[in-house]
């Protein structure tokens, strides 16, 4: 099982940071991904992170390429 952090892409539609339609960063572990939607099956928590907040969970990834879902399920 993975730890995800998902948090609001403010820099999106940026060089390198998705179109204006990708407001979600989902982090995997370390890994970070964007995403226009997100589907969290799994109970979440809200969790600081510096200045930030972000919404937390465990689980596993799927990714939805056609739609830009992250899927995240037990």
């Known amino acids: 099982m ?21 407001v979600w ?3 995997e572990n370390e890994k970070e991904y964007l995403f226009k939607h997100v589907k969290i099956n799994v ?6 992170d510096m200045a930030d907040w972000n919404i937390v969970c465990e689980g596993n990834m799927t990714i939805d390429r056609e739609t830009s879902t992250a899927i995240i399920d037990k």
């Open 2 to 22: 993975n730890k995800y952090r998902i948090r609001f892409n403010k820099s999106r539609g940026m060089t390198g940071r998705g179109t204006l339609d990708h």
């Open 25 to 27: 960063r989902v982090f």
């Open 43 to 48: 109970p979440s928590w809200s969790e600081p």
